[in-house]
């Protein structure tokens, strides 16, 4: 994976984001997935490191995979071809969509299908006539999952809300007369391999909240942004940044650079003050609701 310029350990970043049933959801999880021939994996297509759960590749490694690059639309258009193509080029069916506005949604379920011919294929040489492939789909928190699974069945069987944790159980979907999909909760894993995956997470809303320091967490975005989508940044605030890397690096500037998006923005308390909660809030929200443009903060090898 490309490193961005900003590479860098977040020393003070603090999260608590492994709530006690996702260590239940695991195991029912590990448990269920005996019966399963195909596991339909959802991804962040701005995040597909970070928004991969690196539990579940031991736990899947036989059966069929599919990898959907969701959020394709707030991510960078060429950035996503590419991981489309990796994922391809390491033996895994791959495919990028954007469930809200369903685009790629047809893609897919051809995909699904395709592969289900290869499964029902295997099983009538065994005599399983009329067998019924069981997919399981699978993602962390707010990653589109609900969206996914709604726009695949074609009526509005899973909740839907923008904020992680809203399935809390697992269930049946039928989305083709041989082909039953099974819902699961999203599940994060219990340490994650290092603290800019966290920041990524949480820069896309998959940690809750209450799991993070907002003020910090909006700071580290501004820094990633500004060394490397400057002009996206000052398109958006209408600010003029700096064009010195020393400069930008520096924590003192980007904290500078957001008291001035702060006053631009209304982002002030009594006396003048900036206000760090919403002007941290806005931009992260800005940054959910791709104001900022098509951004892709990983990309392959």
Known sequence: MEENNTEKKFRSASFSWYPGHMAKTKRHMIEDLKLIDLVVEILDARIPVASRNPDLAHYVKNKRQIIVLN??????????NDWVKYFRNNGINAIAIEANSKKGINQLLKLINLVNTDIQKKYKQKGRIGYVTKAMIFGIPNVGKSTVINSLSGKKTAKVENRPGVTKQKQWIRIADNIQLMDTPGMLWPKFENEKI????AFTNSIGQNAMDTEEVAFYLLKLLVNNYKSNVESRYNIVIADDSNLLNDNFYIVELRDNIAKNNGCIVSGGNIDETKVSNMILNDFQLGKFGRITLEKPE
């Open 71 to 80: 959020k394709s639309d707030l991510a960078d258009e060429n950035s996503t």
């Open 198 to 201: 966290a920041m990524n997470l």
